[in-house]
């Protein structure tokens, strides 16, 4: 690398700190500055979850009597929390701040494309975050189906600019990520000795990479028709109105391949590291698991598109091989079970939520089976079960895999010691809260109550479940309070936290605590008998 | 674990998600009768539901004798692994593997046969045409009659409804008869359902349309046959005055 | 675009015989709307044409609708005595249809002919057939036809949504230049207008009849790959290409040599390495 890294030094004074913050190109602080944007996403996005849930504490009208305003919030909800939250977080943050770290490299491959990519993230989260301030907020749901979405007075180039920018910032890092991995390793570092993050960052990029431009795309006509008059969707005038759907979900189906790839690649750090013992059939799992993933992820979006009209041998086709994506996504949690098999499992308040993520991705997995039954899906889709189902096997699984890991970096970042007993109580609290809210959901969309309402006269029956998952939501809020509190008690009154508090055997804990602009001293040194995961006794 | 027991137990497995599907092939019934989706997809669920349970209950009860079992003892102790050899670390990833494909095989033969009864129309079906548009059903009947947000059709005769929409995509969802479909301009998609006894079912929107999206609901009125002929007698007399 | 073709259709109705009113509405007995002989598409495609209708033709026998269905028919409605528009659209068709190799008439799909006009019989239709020069053609692959029953006509036409009327001072039928595409169990599939017809819009129309019946096994990945690049343009009454599958399909192109970009890198890096 020609990068110097004098200029990135320390300096006194609060201005010329935040300008080396806002200007920096050292992955570390790009990785926490995404961490940042993402958290404040997650913010924003998680507040519009509590009020949908407030409405629909009661049948009729609860807070809003505008129906107009709910569906702005369940827009950003739903566009933020996948787009501003999660693939930033696992992609932006953890991909950013882990991987030239776990390869021993001194930054990535680009450090200044790096930056770029951090931009244009931030302005992908100022544009979507301008959506409570224009008048014509956008009521399209985060897939923006035509033609609603060019019929609405709502407004769909903010939409459409958030995915580019989102879009373009992906395609960036995934070049960079992706050169990193390929060209930065550290000497010695075999491909079989890369830890399970960097295997699964690596085909959650080379998806991201690939699909993406479907997505921009499928939004950019989809501007055009509204904006610049094109028929591209406008059937009476030869458009298709479920092509639009076909490019989204053949984006989008990848998209959460995007979000769990890294996230089971952080708890199998996590679980390798507090159960002091190998990963359990490494090559099963890299090569078993992350490749079958990154293989069968793009021939399933049909099953989003179970009851759209799809030519029924389609459904039949794609019912199969969304079936058969449960080979790979099981071989990975044989590879999590057998990691714990005769380990010596330390209970901190990361493996926590690595034991957390195993029980709800199970929850969230095996509910997905009966959504892949085409015959079954035709009760089932778009009612609240699919809810449930996505938010346990996407979004809190994730979101849990994310928080486990914020709290397994927490020392190397912040050269601090979180509190184990508040950010124990916030796991319980959040565990409590995620199964109370999505279990109940499960059950209300069994009994066929339909996503996306705002009132619900017709289900009034169900009204008792709904407060049941309002109250769930808010123990939900209530932990990710602690969670918060946690975090700041432990940068503002840790404890100094040592290089390697975990007794780490992967090279991102050889360095010292925060790591240094450069990453390391010299570069380390692996010897053949060295692995990531060469814990335990050799027998 | 032997190589040669390995071999065998492989090869077996092998045939297994050939032959699971075997398992779930039903009866043909005869031309006449109408099948009971609402029946079958209740069938099939309590089936699923029982199947994902005991993968569940296998997967958490190993979990938690795990996380129990090898829970850390004293500090600073480390796992204990045993190494895997070449045919075992083979046998863990194609055995799982095939158990679970011969699962998946098995569900897909039974979602297969059900899907089939989803769309295949039973014949002499009444037919009517529905138009989606925001936030109403209208309802027209092969009679010329026309009404909206209220579907009334001849208990005991399965009905198919062809559909379209005048604006955005809408869904035709009927809970009680465990069925939706989308409708959207431009194209025609169908759906059939079979109301046996006279009574009222609900229809309501599945697909976001929009600020009344909760509130495009409908019903189906299922009534005797002569008072639906009844019915559409007088209606057409009315329409035509 | 849909209303002036539909100007076009019924301009060309009145033109044809006898080349006046060059200026259409100027004469206010002519200013017919054409909204009148519309097509209401949206109220009509898939609908059902029962198999019940039976049809006499040229020599006299008998068969029913429903005998030839199972296989897509083309309806092409005309009149006899006309001696302008009907037996050009004939001629049209037969023209496309030996230019369409994908699909073979009598094997693969059929074609009626059938008079909308009460007062056509036989004598008339062999007059027609000759005039038409569809003499030959005809067997079991294109038939041309009378209705048995003329009372029942109305009830055919206004199945399909084909409306047409007499117009006593143009002694002549205005009605719409239309071939209408039913699906192998009866359904209205596709209108493809004469102005616009040629063997692509004929072929891509038979296969969506085809595929009506999804179950079909015999539906063959060319036709899935047509089936998605066009679609049904109703503005202007014929295929046009789908863009946004064409759009979808580079911009995976590119997603993919986004791909080779690290790698390019990678090569040349290590080649300069190997330099140094």
Known sequence: MHITYEALEHKPGLGQTLKEWIFTIDHKRIGILYLIGSMAAFAVAGLMALLIRIELSSVGPTITSNPGTYNVWLYFHGAAMILAFQIPALTGFLANYLVPLMIGAKDMAFPRLNALSLWLY?????????????????????????PYSLKTGGNTAFYVFTVHLMGFSSIVGGINLITTILYMRAPGLTWNKLNIFVWSTLGAFILQMIFIPVLAAAVTTLLFDKYLGTHFYDPSAGGDVLLYQNLFWF????????????????????????????????????????????????????????????????????????????????????????????????????????VGFIFLFLIGGLTGIPNAMTAIDLYIHDTHFVVAHFHYVMAVASTFAIFGSIYYLFPKMSGKMYSETLGKIGFFILFAGVNITFFTMFIIGFKGMPRRYYDYQQFAHLEGLQRIATIGAFII?????????????????????????????????????????????????????????GYGRKE | ???????????????????TPLLAYEKRRGPEEVPDVPGGWDHLFNEMLIDITIVGIIFAAITIYLLIKYRQRYPGQEGSPLKLTT????????????????????????????????????????????????WSWHFIYPEGVETFN????????????????????????????????????????????????????????AEYCGLMHSGMKGKIMAMPKDDFNNWIETEKKNSHT | MRRTKFFISV???????????PEYGAIPESSIDPAVIKIDEDKYLGAKISGDYIFLDEKGEEFKMGDIMGKPIIILLSYYSCNGLCPTANKKLKDVITGLNRFKAGEDYRIITLSFDKEDDILRMRMFTDMAGLRGLTGDSWRIVVMKNKDEIENLTGSVGFKFFWSSRDKMFLHPNVFIFISPEGRVVRYLYGTSLNVREVELAITEAIWEQSASSNSKVADLISMACYSYNFKEGKYTV???????????????????????????????????
């Not at chain 2, 674990?1 to 032959?19: D, E, H, N």
């Not at chain 2, 959207?184 to 079912?201: N, Q, S």
């Not at chain 3, 759009?247 to 090569?267: A, D, K, M, N, T």
């Open chain 2, 150 to 205: 209220e579907l009334r059709v001849p208990a005991g005769t399965p009905v198919v409804v062809r559909m379209t929409s005048k604006d955005v995509i809408h869904s035709f969802f009927l809970p009680d008869f465990r069925v939706k479909e989308d409708m959207m301009p431009g194209r025609v998609t169908y759906l059939w359902f079979y109301p046996k006894d006279p009574g009222e079912h609900l229809i309501t929107c």
């Open chain 3, 11 to 21: 301009l060309f109705v009145l033109i044809a015989p006898e080349i006046a009113y």
């Open chain 2, 87 to 134: 045919a075992a670390a083979i046998g863990w990833a194609l055995i799982p593997a095939f158990v679970f494909m011969a699962d998946d095989f098995y569900l897909a033969a039974e979602g297969w046969t059900l899907f089939n009864d989803y769309r295949r129309v039973p014949e002499n079906a009444y037919e009517v045409k529905v138009e989606g548009s925001m």
């Open chain 1, 251 to 354: 984006y989008s189906h990848p998209a959460v391949y995007v979000i769990l790839l890294p996230t089971i690649g952080i708890i199998f750090d996590i679980v390798a590291t507090f159960a002091r013992n190998r990963v359990f059939n490494y090559k099963m799992v890299v090569y078993g698991g992350i490749g079958g993933v990154v293989l069968m992820s793009g021939e399933v979006w049909i099953h989003h598109l179970f009851t759209s009209g799809m030519p029924d041998w389609i459904r039949i086709g794609m019912m199969i091989s969304t079936l058969l994506i449960s080979i790979p996504v099981g071989l990975l949690m044989i590879g999590l079970l057998g990691t714990l098999y005769r380990g010596a499992i330390q209970y901190t308040t990361p493996m926590l939520y690595a």
């Open chain 1, 477 to 533: 809020g209530l932990g990710a309070l602690v969670v918060l509190i946690s975090w700041i008690h432990g940068l503002v009154a840790g404890k100094k936290a040592p290089d390697n508090p975990w007794g780490s055997k992967s090279i991102e804990w050889m360095t010292s605590t925060p790591p240094p602009p450069g990453n390391f001293s010299q570069i380390p040194v692996l010897s053949g008998e060295w692995h990531p995961y």
């Open chain 3, 242 to 276: 789908n863009y946004p599958i064409v759009i979808g399909f580079g911009s995976l192109l590119l997603g993919i040599s986004f791909i080779s970009i690290p790698l390019l890198v990678l090569r040349k890096r290590k080649r300069k390495e190997g330099g140094i």
């Open chain 2, 1 to 19: 674990m032997s190589k040669r027991y390995l071999r065998v137990l492989s090869i077996s497995l092998l045939f297994f998600p050939i032959t």
């Open chain 1, 122 to 146: 931030w302005m992908g989260i100022i544009v979507a975050l301008l959506t409570f301030v224009i008048p014509d907020s956008p009521d399209i749901m985060w897939t923006g189906y035509p």
